[in-house]
């Protein structure tokens, strides 16, 4: 954690973060891009993760990718008169960064809404899942695919209402669009009733403060001060500083630019050559030179309302856009009682349009520099870099009056396979530092084509064409051959061209080829040597091998390709459901020496119960009935058919017998349990969940 002082120390340390104890988080997590948020109205530092870089996941399908360090929400007001009489030249509630909002903010609901039911996906019987995700409310109009609205009251007597809006089409998926009403109601705390239902609110100025490190995974091969974000890089667009510019949208951006500390090679796109292996973000033999960084991230302003009785879009807002040290003394130890406190607060809240931009503090020649960089974007100082800022207003809301924001949080860059290429080639001394930089700056475009699709789809009232809904069950098991395959799809077949099947092995985050096309009245596939046979025209991979771990996604492929250019979306594409509706993050094997009996072929002189409990932790029961005498073997096997156990090896008269597995010294996982004699082989599933 970065400080400021011994006092501000003293601070951090003393107060958690999340006194608050009303506070809950719920993630965002059906696009490529997955983020968590709070009913508290923002993501502080450290506040749902202990750690830094907790969230703004992109490509959220590969592990460590977070590139939020905080967010901060201020609401500045002016000549202020509290619920008791006292009188405020300058008052200032806060959330975030280095502060919970306890006694400032009071969550009042937060609240989970989707266009249609979560997918249930399974792994061997049990749910597979990244994230806990609970819906709260089916909405089929919904104009996004899933949303999450927090309702919060704060001190001054504004109550925030937030909808964060994420759209699963993969030409919209790596960004969450935030829409803002602040209400002057005059509720001052948690409850019901109005402390202030006559005030009027003078010079409000919602303030956002925004502090991104790409990314987690680079962390500590290029630098631990990279995971505070002390070499973040930040420009902006539509600031009106530069009137030649391109992409006139008013917008912030971020990414991974020079560590001053790192010198064994240029670091931009975070070249792997010799990881460190700190915090379990990079295997020792990761050496191919991939570049890990090469993710740009930021928010661009939608929509500002004029004023609180005029809802045009004001195109000077945001009014001030300014970029503040990340350990500046301002950003910790907020109160809103402190007077003094509270005016430096709400001057930076007015600072306008500041000049120059961050970027061009470090690197004046601009893309020059950007692609060639000599400079420190930490610009001398130690511990933290540089977050970005954006205030807007001030605005007068009378009794009852409302103003809106909208802003759109983003990430894009060039594909992983681009990363690493081009990381390949610098590491082979192919290609230049400047080289390698500019293809990395390729993914700049890539954010401004995000942004512009988030405009776009925000002006057409979101009326981008959505295409063809997931599949609503996918069920992925082992098999007594090969692994089984099921999924249900309850929707119109003919809208519908059929389904897509992917798979990986080792790991979910690696490379998915395309496994199994499906007809739209298919519902199970075997994954195995034998129905390739029978269907070598429908299987694209070969199939699965002994002891390998596997994983899984199925998606829905629309009927033809798209018409609709709504939200900028391409002509002539054919639109897929999201695999992270469907994506498996559990592995399945397939087994070797143990094989599943079908239980209607169950032999009639034994039986084997299921164990129970199941799931267990540590100890389970086990038991068989046997119709004669018989020399039998009880045996456990891990996942992948090795023998780790006997639990009875002898001659056992007739009748029910039981025997308890101590699994204490054994890991989490699937194993099977197996009863066999000179006549019978039967086999069941137990898991161990600790």
Known sequence: MKFLSFLTFLFFVQVPFNSNAQVTYKWLDVGSFHNFYSNIGSEVEQGFKSEHQGGWQWPAIYENQDAQVFKGLWLGVENYTDSSGVLYEKRVVHVGPRVDGAGEFFPVSIKTRSRFERPYVSVDGRISQKNTVEIDEIDSNLKADREIVTVTNTLIGVTVKRTIKQFSQEYHDNYHIIEYVFTNTGNIDGDDFIELPDQEIEGFIPFFISDLAHVKESRYTIGNATGWGQNTMIDRRGDGQFPSEENKFRAHYTWHGKYAHFFEYDNLGAPIIEPNTNGGYISEDDTTGRLAAYHFGGTVTLHADVSANN???????????????????????????????????????????????????????????????????????????????????????????????????????????????????????????????????????????????????????????????????????MASVGVDLKWEYNLDESEINGFEIYRTQGEYDNEYTLLYKADPDERQINDNVDNRNINPDKFFSEAP??????????????????????????????????????????????????????????????????????????????????????????????????????????????????????????????????????????????????
């Open 545 to 690: 091998e002994p002891g390998t771990k596997y994983f899984y996604y199925i998606v829905t492929v629309d009927k033809s390709v798209n018409n609709d250019s709504t939200g900028n979306t391409p002509i002539g594409s054919v639109i897929k459901s999201s695999r992270y509706y469907t994506q498996t993050y559990d592995p399945v094997y397939v087994i070797t020496s143990v094989g599943i009996e079908d239980e209607t072929s169950l032999p009639k002189e034994a039986i084997l119960n299921q164990n129970y409990p199941n799931p267990f932790n540590p100890t389970t029961t086990i038991s068989y009935t046997l119709s004669d005498p018989k020399e039998i073997k009880l045996t456990i096997f891990n996942s992948i058919g090795q023998q780790v156990a006997v639990l009875v090896n002898s001659r056992k008269p007739a009748g029910t017998h039981s025997v308890v597995w101590n699994a204490a010294n054994f890991a989490s996982g699937v194993y099977y349990y197996q009863l066999s004699g000179s006549d019978l082989v039967l086999t069941k599933k137990l898991l161990l969940l600790k």
């Open 311 to 477: 809802s045009e879009d004001d195109p000077n807002q945001p009014f001030t856009m300014n970029e503040i040290h990340s350990d500046d003394i301002l950003l910790g130890n907020n109160s809103a009682y402190n007077e003094v406190r509270m005016t430096a607060e709400y001057d930076l809240m007015l600072q306008g349009r500041t000049n120059p931009r961050h970027a061009y503090r470090v690197e004046p020649t601009g893309y020059e520099g950007f692609t060639n960089p000599t400079g420190d974007p930490a610009l001398g100082n130690n511990l933290g870099g540089f977050s970005y800022t954006n205030g807007y207003g001030p605005y007068n809301l009378a009794p009852g009056d409302s103003i809106k924001i909208v802003i759109a949080e983003a990430s894009s860059g060039i594909s992983k396979k681009e990363a690493f290429e081009t990381g390949k080639k610098f590491k082979n001394g192919e290609i230049s530092a400047e080289a390698k930089n500019k293809v990395v700056f390729q993914g700049r475009d890539s954010l401004f084509q995000t942004f512009d699709r988030a405009i776009s789809n925000f002006s057409s009232d979101y009326s981008i064409y959505k295409g063809p809904q997931p599949v609503s069950n996918f069920n992925v098991d």
